[in-house]
């Protein structure tokens, strides 16, 4: 994560929202995503995190009133790799809009392996 925190400026004026909140939504929708076996540490070796350690496979960038994330996970075996990267791209998108009343944020995949449960 980046930036220690970041006013984002949303419809209904200004909020002050911390990097670490919105890697632990973004975590979360990526998590309930069929196919998504964990998230991993971009700065580590491609093994599942701990959920309670799941926002660490989050990047959260803010530059001004945009915001992007980058989720590093690892695809259940078996799975498709695309659908699970395109479905975890929706769902995360579409918790960040909801959570922070943003229009579209951006959200990069990056699949770091294939494992854990099929």
């Known amino acids: ?3 220690r925190s970041a006013t984002i400026t949303i419809p209904a004026g200004r909020a002050t929202v911390a990097p670490r909140a919105i890697a632990s939504i973004a975590a979360a929708a990526a998590l309930r ?4 076996a964990g998230l ?3 700065q580590g070796p491609p093994i599942i995190l701990p959920p309670g350690d799941a926002r660490r496979g989050i990047e959260v960038h803010l530059h001004q009133n945009s ?3 980058d989720v590093y996970l690892i695809v259940q ?3 498709p790799i695309a659908d699970v990267a395109h479905a ?7 918790a960040l ?3 922070l009343d943003l229009p579209e944020p951006m959200v990069n995949i990056r699949v770091q392996g294939v494992g854990g449960r099929s």
């Open 1 to 3: 994560m980046h930036n």
């Open 33 to 36: 995503c069929d196919g998504v």
């Open 40 to 42: 991993s540490d971009p």
């Open 67 to 69: 915001l992007a994330v």
């Open 77 to 79: 075996a078996g799975k």
């Open 88 to 94: 975890a791209q929706s769902a995360v998108r579409a």
């Open 97 to 99: 809009s909801f959570a």
